[in-house]
């Protein structure tokens, strides 16, 4: 069974960090762009950061750049996101998705059409 699991999230103060992480199963990540996107309540699903395979090519939104550093190791299967200086409009929830397109990562990231493996997210909330 194909499989993404989010996991790190919780309640952070204003300025903090919080590292999340995406493990996969059932498939091998080395093939796979992977992608961090959150959805806060009533609005739209954002993406925020992606890494390509093997290359590691990496993709961050203006409102993440100089915050978060997404990183994979494709021998662990897994990929994590640095989240620093955390701001409570950062709070949302937190997917790792999976697509396996053979596009630039700054192409991909912004189509999430273009994920077929998603997470089950995982909440992020920062407040004081």
């Known amino acids: 069974q194909l499989q993404l699991v989010e996991s790190g999230g919780g309640l952070v103060q204003p300025g903090g960090a919080l590292k999340l992480s995406c493990a996969a199963s059932?498939?091998?990540?080395?093939?796979?762009?992977i992608g961090w996107f959150r959805q806060a309540p009533g609005k739209e699903r954002e993406a925020i950061s992606c890494i390509s395979t093997s290359v590691g090519d990496t993709y961050y939104a203006d409102s993440v750049k100089g915050r978060f550093a997404i990183s994979r190791d494709n021998a662990k299967k897994t990929v994590t996101l640095q989240m620093n200086s955390l701001k409570p409009e950062d709070t949302a929830v937190y997917y790792c998705?999976?697509?396996?397109?053979?596009?630039?990562?700054?192409?991909?990231?912004?189509?999430?059409?273009?994920?077929?493996?998603w997470g089950q997210g995982t909440q992020v909330t920062v407040s004081s």
């Open positions: 059932g498939f091998t990540l080395d093939y796979y762009t």
């Open positions: 998705a999976g697509g396996s397109r053979p596009l630039p990562v700054q192409n991909m990231c912004v189509m999430p059409r273009l994920f077929t493996l």
